[in-house]
Nanobody, 121 residues
């Protein structure tokens, strides 16, 4: 069984910073892409950023230059450093990983439970 557990988040001020992290655990053979998505009330879930095992990154235009995604492969952990926060960054942030789990025939998508990020003064 594979689990993704997010931590961090909470309340941040406009212009401020927050960091969230996500750790994968369980019967993991390998992790390919890891990423962050977010969903604000009334909106669809959207991509925030992704990072490959080799470190190649991709960002939504709305967060480029403000957010940084990183990962530590040895810890099966991905991070999202969020700077210059804006009220429109308020959302539930979800971690996603493409994982080849022990006993599986191929890789599959795994999601965390989500962590709330609220940006307000």
């Amino acid at each position: 069984q594979v689990q993704l557990v997010e931590s961090g988040g909470g309340l941040g001020q406009p212009g401020g910073s927050l960091r969230i992290s996500c750790a994968a655990s369980g019967s993991i053979l390998s992790i390919n892409v890891m990423g962050w998505y977010r969903q604000a009330p009334g909106n669809q879930r959207e991509l925030v950023a992704t990072i490959t095992r080799g470190g190649s990154t991709n960002y939504a235009d709305s967060v480029k230059g403000r957010f940084t995604i990183s990962r530590v492969n040895a810890k099966n952990t991905v991070y999202l450093q969020m700077n210059s926060l804006k009220p429109e960054d308020t959302a539930v942030y979800y971690c996603k990983a493409v994982i080849f789990a022990r006993g599986s025939a191929r890789s599959g998508d795994y999601w965390g439970q989500g962590t709330q990020v609220t940006v307000s003064s």
